[in-house]
């Protein structure tokens, strides 16, 4: 499995007028974990849009433990799920600053060419990323 860590801080724009992470947000945590694991790997949007594909979300969990806070630097814990199938599944384990994990998530991304057209085989260039990162 690919993996990659990423921090950031709890934006003020984020939380409620308590001062804790607005559940929402979670989304945009785990979208920077996933632009982080792209930047790390080679697979970033740009790359899949330079192909001619578009990877839309399709499925979201998210399940809370604990509160994030205002202030507070969060780690994002993104792993990249290998599957057969032309999709991408990532898993998210979110952190707070004393290592207690606050988050987990996962979502699933489905591939759709320049005419929107669901593809129901990986295209090439995820193929050979998977081959490059001997995940096949």
């Known amino acids: 499995m690919l993996k990659n860590s990423h921090t950031t801080r709890v934006r003020f724009n984020e939380c409620d007028p ?3 992470v607005w559940h929402g947000h979670y989304i945009v ?3 920077d ?3 982080a694991f792209g930047r790390e790997h080679g697979l970033t ?3 899949v849009q330079r192909n001619g594909f578009a990877t839309p979300i399709v499925k979201t969990t998210t399940e809370h433990f604990l509160p994030l806070k205002y202030g507070e630097i969060v780690r994002i814990e993104t792993t990249f799920m290998n599957s057969n199938s032309a999709k991408m599944i990532f ?4 952190f707070n600053e004393t290592n207690q994990r606050v988050c987990a998530g996962e979502t699933t991304q489905v591939f ?3 005419n929107g057209d669901l593809q129901l085989y990986n295209p090439p260039f995820f193929a050979d990323w998977k081959s490059k ?4």
């Open 18 to 20: 308590l001062g804790i």
């Open 29 to 31: 945590y785990f979208e």
């Open 33 to 35: 974990g996933r632009e």
């Open 45 to 47: 949007y740009l790359d």
């Open 91 to 94: 898993c998210y384990e979110l």
């Open 112 to 114: 759709i060419d320049q």
């Open 133 to 136: 990162m001997k995940l096949n």
